[in-house]
Protein backbone atom coordinates (compact mmCIF):
# COMPACT_ATOMS: atom_id res chain seq x y z
CA UNK A 1 0.00 0.00 0.00
CA UNK A 2 0.95 3.52 0.02
CA UNK A 3 3.16 4.88 2.10
CA UNK A 4 2.11 8.67 4.25
CA UNK A 5 4.64 10.11 6.03
CA UNK A 6 3.30 13.32 8.44
CA UNK A 7 5.62 15.38 10.04
CA UNK A 8 5.88 16.63 12.70
CA UNK A 9 4.83 13.35 15.24
CA UNK A 10 4.13 16.14 17.71
CA UNK A 11 4.91 19.70 18.86
CA UNK A 12 4.48 21.73 21.53
CA UNK A 13 3.33 25.33 20.72
CA UNK A 14 2.40 28.83 22.41
CA UNK A 15 -0.85 29.91 22.43
CA UNK A 16 -0.89 33.09 19.74
CA UNK A 17 1.29 31.20 17.10
CA UNK A 18 0.90 29.05 13.72
CA UNK A 19 1.90 25.77 13.68
CA UNK A 20 1.98 23.83 9.89
CA UNK A 21 1.51 19.87 9.89
CA UNK A 22 3.14 18.57 7.04
CA UNK A 23 1.27 15.07 5.20
CA UNK A 24 3.77 13.79 2.16
CA UNK A 25 2.71 10.67 0.01
CA UNK A 26 5.79 9.16 -1.19
CA UNK A 27 5.32 6.57 -3.34
CA UNK A 28 1.66 7.76 -4.80
CA UNK A 29 0.52 10.71 -6.24
CA UNK A 30 -2.59 11.43 -4.30
CA UNK A 31 -5.07 14.18 -5.86
CA UNK A 32 -6.83 13.88 -2.60
CA UNK A 33 -5.72 14.22 0.84
CA UNK A 34 -8.07 13.82 4.04
CA UNK A 35 -7.13 16.09 6.73
CA UNK A 36 -9.06 14.53 10.31
CA UNK A 37 -9.21 15.67 13.86
CA UNK A 38 -9.05 12.97 16.93
CA UNK A 39 -9.60 14.48 20.35
CA UNK A 40 -8.74 11.77 23.06
CA UNK A 41 -10.25 8.38 23.35
CA UNK A 42 -12.85 9.59 20.53
CA UNK A 43 -13.20 8.77 16.87
CA UNK A 44 -11.73 10.56 13.91
CA UNK A 45 -13.46 13.27 12.38
CA UNK A 46 -12.98 14.89 9.08
CA UNK A 47 -11.90 18.27 9.09
CA UNK A 48 -11.38 18.90 5.11
CA UNK A 49 -10.89 17.35 1.95
CA UNK A 50 -7.23 18.76 0.65
CA UNK A 51 -7.95 18.92 -3.32
CA UNK A 52 -4.15 19.09 -5.46
CA UNK A 53 -4.38 22.53 -7.30
CA UNK A 54 -7.91 23.50 -5.80
CA UNK A 55 -9.06 25.28 -2.55
CA UNK A 56 -10.17 22.63 0.23
CA UNK A 57 -13.12 21.92 1.08
CA UNK A 58 -13.70 22.62 4.62
CA UNK A 59 -16.79 20.56 6.29
CA UNK A 60 -19.63 21.94 8.54
CA UNK A 61 -18.36 23.97 11.89
CA UNK A 62 -14.34 24.13 10.49
CA UNK A 63 -13.07 27.21 10.31
CA UNK A 64 -11.13 27.30 6.95
CA UNK A 65 -9.65 30.69 8.10
CA UNK A 66 -7.88 29.16 11.01
CA UNK A 67 -6.54 25.43 9.49
CA UNK A 68 -5.05 26.69 5.82
CA UNK A 69 -4.89 23.95 4.01
CA UNK A 70 -2.29 23.43 0.74
CA UNK A 71 -2.61 20.80 -1.21
CA UNK A 72 0.22 22.28 -4.12
CA UNK A 73 1.63 19.27 -4.85
CA UNK A 74 0.66 15.40 -5.59
CA UNK A 75 2.64 14.59 -2.87
CA UNK A 76 1.89 16.95 -0.34
CA UNK A 77 -0.27 18.61 2.01
CA UNK A 78 0.23 21.13 4.71
CA UNK A 79 -2.79 22.32 6.99
CA UNK A 80 -1.67 25.30 8.98
CA UNK A 81 -3.26 25.64 12.38
CA UNK A 82 -3.29 29.83 12.71
CA UNK A 83 -3.16 32.19 15.98
CA UNK A 84 -3.76 28.31 17.91
CA UNK A 85 -5.12 28.53 21.06
CA UNK A 86 -5.57 25.49 24.02
CA UNK A 87 -8.83 23.79 22.47
CA UNK A 88 -6.91 23.33 19.20
CA UNK A 89 -5.00 20.64 21.38
CA UNK A 90 -5.61 17.73 19.15
CA UNK A 91 -4.29 14.81 17.36
CA UNK A 92 -4.04 15.76 13.76
CA UNK A 93 -4.06 12.74 10.75
CA UNK A 94 -3.47 12.94 7.36
CA UNK A 95 -4.74 10.16 4.95
CA UNK A 96 -4.80 9.56 1.01
CA UNK A 97 -7.32 7.25 -0.88
CA UNK A 98 -6.97 5.21 -3.72
CA UNK A 99 -8.23 8.00 -6.35
CA UNK A 100 -8.76 8.49 -9.25
CA UNK A 101 -9.08 4.69 -8.76
CA UNK A 102 -12.37 3.58 -7.45
CA UNK A 103 -12.63 4.34 -3.62
CA UNK A 104 -10.55 1.30 -1.74
CA UNK A 105 -8.83 1.72 1.28
CA UNK A 106 -7.50 4.58 2.86
CA UNK A 107 -3.49 5.24 4.17
CA UNK A 108 -2.97 7.00 7.22
CA UNK A 109 -0.18 8.90 8.43
CA UNK A 110 1.10 8.78 11.99
CA UNK A 111 -0.57 11.20 12.96
CA UNK A 112 0.92 14.39 15.08
CA UNK A 113 -0.04 15.55 18.13
CA UNK A 114 -0.37 19.23 18.59
CA UNK A 115 -0.17 20.90 22.32
CA UNK A 116 -0.69 24.77 22.56
CA UNK A 117 0.32 26.07 25.73
CA UNK B 1 -19.79 14.11 10.84
CA UNK B 2 -19.57 10.92 11.88
CA UNK B 3 -21.23 8.16 9.99
CA UNK B 4 -22.35 5.76 12.79
CA UNK B 5 -22.09 4.11 16.24
CA UNK B 6 -20.17 1.71 17.16
CA UNK B 7 -20.60 -0.75 20.27
CA UNK B 8 -19.31 -1.69 23.07
CA UNK B 9 -17.33 1.11 23.24
CA UNK B 10 -15.20 -0.68 25.35
CA UNK B 11 -14.35 -4.19 25.76
CA UNK B 12 -11.59 -6.18 28.18
CA UNK B 13 -11.05 -10.07 27.63
CA UNK B 14 -8.47 -12.54 28.49
CA UNK B 15 -5.74 -13.74 26.06
CA UNK B 16 -7.43 -16.59 23.72
CA UNK B 17 -10.84 -15.33 24.11
CA UNK B 18 -12.79 -13.92 20.58
CA UNK B 19 -13.29 -10.31 20.62
CA UNK B 20 -16.53 -9.02 19.37
CA UNK B 21 -17.11 -5.54 17.97
CA UNK B 22 -20.39 -4.01 16.31
CA UNK B 23 -20.64 -1.17 13.57
CA UNK B 24 -24.29 0.64 12.91
CA UNK B 25 -23.94 3.35 10.07
CA UNK B 26 -27.21 5.53 9.01
CA UNK B 27 -27.04 5.91 5.31
CA UNK B 28 -25.90 3.82 2.11
CA UNK B 29 -22.81 2.97 1.49
CA UNK B 30 -20.11 1.61 -1.08
CA UNK B 31 -18.16 -0.33 1.04
CA UNK B 32 -17.53 -0.51 4.83
CA UNK B 33 -13.84 -0.86 6.14
CA UNK B 34 -12.36 -1.75 9.71
CA UNK B 35 -9.65 -0.15 11.03
CA UNK B 36 -6.78 -0.40 13.98
CA UNK B 37 -5.09 2.56 15.69
CA UNK B 38 -2.67 2.36 18.69
CA UNK B 39 -2.73 4.27 21.37
CA UNK B 40 -0.92 7.76 19.58
CA UNK B 41 -0.57 6.28 16.16
CA UNK B 42 -2.13 6.71 13.02
CA UNK B 43 -4.60 4.34 11.30
CA UNK B 44 -3.77 0.93 9.49
CA UNK B 45 -6.24 -0.53 7.11
CA UNK B 46 -7.13 -4.34 8.42
CA UNK B 47 -10.35 -5.31 5.95
CA UNK B 48 -12.94 -3.72 3.55
CA UNK B 49 -16.32 -5.18 2.82
CA UNK B 50 -18.27 -4.26 -0.61
CA UNK B 51 -21.70 -3.32 0.01
CA UNK B 52 -23.12 -6.54 -2.29
CA UNK B 53 -20.65 -8.75 0.30
CA UNK B 54 -22.06 -10.08 3.40
CA UNK B 55 -18.93 -11.99 4.85
CA UNK B 56 -15.07 -11.38 4.75
CA UNK B 57 -12.19 -13.90 6.12
CA UNK B 58 -8.86 -12.17 6.79
CA UNK B 59 -6.57 -13.74 9.02
CA UNK B 60 -7.74 -13.96 12.43
CA UNK B 61 -10.23 -11.52 11.50
CA UNK B 62 -14.07 -12.27 10.17
CA UNK B 63 -16.17 -9.25 9.54
CA UNK B 64 -19.96 -9.24 8.33
CA UNK B 65 -21.97 -7.07 6.96
CA UNK B 66 -25.94 -6.18 7.01
CA UNK B 67 -26.78 -3.69 5.20
CA UNK B 68 -30.78 -4.47 5.58
CA UNK B 69 -29.72 -3.18 8.57
CA UNK B 70 -27.27 -1.26 8.42
CA UNK B 71 -24.55 -3.34 10.32
CA UNK B 72 -21.12 -4.67 10.29
CA UNK B 73 -19.15 -6.51 13.21
CA UNK B 74 -15.70 -7.40 13.64
CA UNK B 75 -14.81 -10.49 15.27
CA UNK B 76 -11.10 -11.58 16.50
CA UNK B 77 -10.92 -14.78 17.28
CA UNK B 78 -8.48 -16.23 19.80
CA UNK B 79 -7.01 -12.89 20.61
CA UNK B 80 -3.68 -11.72 21.72
CA UNK B 81 -2.11 -9.06 23.74
CA UNK B 82 -0.64 -7.33 20.98
CA UNK B 83 -4.26 -6.92 19.72
CA UNK B 84 -5.06 -4.52 22.04
CA UNK B 85 -6.04 -1.17 20.60
CA UNK B 86 -8.66 0.86 19.47
CA UNK B 87 -10.92 -0.19 16.39
CA UNK B 88 -13.30 1.69 14.25
CA UNK B 89 -15.51 0.88 11.28
CA UNK B 90 -15.29 3.41 8.52
CA UNK B 91 -17.68 3.46 5.63
CA UNK B 92 -17.31 4.97 2.22
CA UNK B 93 -20.33 6.53 0.92
CA UNK B 94 -19.10 8.18 -2.42
CA UNK B 95 -16.14 7.98 -3.82
CA UNK B 96 -13.55 9.79 -1.41
CA UNK B 97 -15.97 10.53 1.56
CA UNK B 98 -15.15 8.30 4.37
CA UNK B 99 -16.91 8.22 7.88
CA UNK B 100 -15.38 7.11 11.10
CA UNK B 101 -17.48 5.21 13.99
CA UNK B 102 -16.88 6.05 17.23
CA UNK B 103 -14.68 2.85 17.79
CA UNK B 104 -14.31 0.04 20.19
CA UNK B 105 -10.75 0.23 22.99
CA UNK B 106 -10.03 -3.48 22.89
CA UNK B 107 -7.63 -4.71 26.24
CA UNK B 108 -6.74 -8.24 25.50
CA UNK B 109 -4.78 -9.18 29.13
CA UNK B 110 -2.15 -11.76 28.64
Known amino acids: GAVVSQHPSWVICKSGTSVKIECRSLDFQATTMFWYRQFPKQSLMLMATSNEGSKATYEQGVEKDKFLINHASLTLSTLTV ?11 ICSITGAPKEFTE ?9 TVV | SQQGEEDPQALSIQEGENATMNCSYKTSINNLQWYRQNSGRGLVHLILIRSNEREKHSGRLRVTLDTSKKSSSLLITASRAA ?23 LTVKP
Open chain 1, 82 to 92: TSAHPEDSSFY
Open chain 2, 83 to 105: DTASYFCATAIGIVDMRFGAGTR
Open chain 1, 106 to 114: AFFGQGTRL
